[in-house]
């Protein structure tokens, strides 16, 4: 615990101007953002009387070690920077809404030759229109099935688009009538796009006119005795109305809003969001959070409308957004919000009316969320706390091991050689941490040898290697940047009160699949939190007593002596721990041993979804591609029946002739490629001088 006194900036170094601040803890991970109209009052209000804070705030200056600061023009700046680090830094000690679920959206792919009408769900993409978010995806198929008959727009995918362009004949929606059947040519790429911004149209409220206009050609069809024309404009309008009868209006005047309401208590908050467009309640979500900062009703207003908007633009930003309190700064994240639209937005808390009334129903699923989520997550606390404790008891710890780390090495027969790491803080997943690897060989060798034939033992002891050798390179980093750029100039503002370096690249033995992995390009000193800069408390590797010695060995090796190891063997599910010659036996019904497994087999799983993704890849460019009229079915023959290349380089044209489906001919050209693309010479150690010769391990279990 650290004393504030201790990186109190001197007096008259915090400027009295608008800015944003990061507090930082001993490990440089970023663990608060704010902002504020006078840089020098708020920081000031930190560093007072411990007994005089917010016991969260009191824990969160305590937790702290340093505390940096950017400087700003105005305020709406500072409100967008804010948001922008809450979102990349991940703080612990601020108010993040969460969610357990992907809200689904209709969407419509203008950016494509051809608009495709279909349900997204994740980050949105440019060039798509969004409409929701629904509740259920089902509700989207409901109204897009009532839509396709009067806008007929694609909704098949790219493949199945291209696959019917190559036939020459539509699929059965275009057959139907409910699709216009751009793949065939019935209509034209401007025609189709017509369609599409008709759909939209219609979609964001503009129903009166279209429904008009179709009710006056049905007049005019059946006045000129045109019947089947007339009869099916009438479907039409009925399927019209019934899509627009599963949103009923209500708010009159074809309002355009968004209305959110809380409910909270001491520790925890709940948000309600109902999205109206034209009147009509389009979509609807919630989010929950933990009150880990000293924040009340307006400051819990500003997260949300912060999270809901942050990304948004144009027309995804209602014309009036009703709140239950204005932030503090109300004016501030008024003129955001009207940026972010592009014409200016109304925030304000509805007095009477409909709206108001609306208003209350949306509180009153804000409140049943609160009390559902409490429900769910009051075992679910008692049983991580349990779960953790049963782990330090049973390990011999002197504290709940808060973040785990697990390993996991994964190959097939010898080949593709892997390995994963999952995180666990407080019993969670925490997913944006997960790492994979590619094994290379040892770390420091001038030849790297490759992976085939390598044992779990010697990877494990690799990976173990790789991932703490660059935590100590971060501990014991002399006050170096490193990353590409200086973190003032990233952030694209200026007077950030940073470290003057310039930066420095960190060593590259052995390399991480993607950036931020260990010895790849790092940027840890500005606090992300996809670092590798802080440790865990607990190293789980998955096997028995030799993967549990490599661990603890490649720790001991690098002097570290704070992080606990053991192993989780699959075959009885035993606890190994270093240098133990028994296991520790958890019972059965144990909730820490079911935390250990859920954490095992995270890691596997996660390892063996890589490793699957690598061997398809190898697969695909194997030597088999040079031979003319091997399909894959036939390839994943010969390696379901050989097991790998290696062993079908070994065959006779005999033996391949055993394959079901392979005639002598093929097995000939097999045999001819295989031998075209064999190595020249076998692969040597350059260190050892000895010859590396190919093995046919198993796959990890």
Known sequence: MADPSSYRPRPGEIPDSPGVYKFRDEHRRVIYVGKAKSLRQRLASYFQDLANLHPRTATMVTTAAAVEWTVVSTEVEALQLEYSWIKEYDPRFNVKYRDDKSYPYLAVTLNEEFPRVQVMRGAKRKGVRYFGPYGQAWAIRETVDLMLRVFPVRTCSAGVLKNHQQKGRPCLLGYIGKCSAPCVGRVTAEEHRELAEEFCDFMAGRTGTYIRRLEKQMTAAAEEMEYERAARLRDDIDALRRALEKNAVVLADATDADLMALAEDELEAAVQIFHVRGGRVRGQRGWVTDKVEAVDTAGLVEHALQQLYGEERGESVPKEVLVPALPEAADTVGQWLSERRGAQVSLRIPQRGDK????????????????????????????????????????????????????????????????????????????????????????????????????????????????????????????????????????????????????????????????????????????????????????????????????????????????????????????????????????????????????????????????????????????????????ERRKQALIKHFGSVKRLRQATIEQICEVPGMGRKTAESVVAALAAAAPAAPAVNTATGEIMEENDGGSTA
């Open 356 to 631: 108001k009334d609306l208003m209350e129903t949306v509180q009153r699923n804000a409140q049943q969320a609160l009390a559902l989520h409490k429900t769910k997550r009051a075992s679910d606390l008692t049983t991580r706390s349990r779960a953790l404790e049963e782990i330090a008891e049973a390990l011999g710890l002197d504290s709940a091991p808060l973040r785990i780390e697990c390993f996991d090495i994964s190959h097939f027969q010898g080949e593709d050689v892997v390995a994963s790491m999952v995180v666990f803080e407080d019993g969670l997943p925490r997913k944006s941490e997960y790492r994979r690897f590619q094994i290379k060989g040892r770390v420091g060798e001038t030849q790297v040898w490759h992976g085939e034939g390598q044992d779990d033992v010697r990877s494990m002891h690799e990976v173990i290697s790789r991932r703490f050798r660059r935590y100590l390179a971060e501990k014991d980093r002399t006050g170096e940047w490193i990353g590409a750029d200086d973190p003032g100039e990233r952030d694209g503002m200026p007077g950030t009160a940073t470290h003057p370096s310039h930066p420095s690249h960190a060593d590259h033995a052995g390399h991480a699949d993607h950036a931020g992995g260990p010895g790849g390009p790092a940027t840890d000193d500005d606090g992300r939190p996809r670092r590798f800069a802080y440790p865990p408390q607990l190293v789980v590797v998955d096997g028995g007593q030799p993967q549990v010695a490599a661990a603890r060995r490649a720790l001991d090796e690098l002097g570290i002596d704070d992080v606990a190891v053991c192993g989780l063997a699959k075959r009885l599910e035993e606890v190994w721990l270093p240098g133990e010659s028994d296991p520790v036996v958890l019972p059965r019904s144990s909730e820490g041993l079911y935390l250990l497994q859920r954490v095992r087999d995270t890691a596997h799983d996660f390892a063996i979804r890589y490793q699957r993704s690598k061997r398809t890849k190898r697969i695909r460019t194997s030597p088999l591609d040079a031979v003319h009229g091997l399909g």
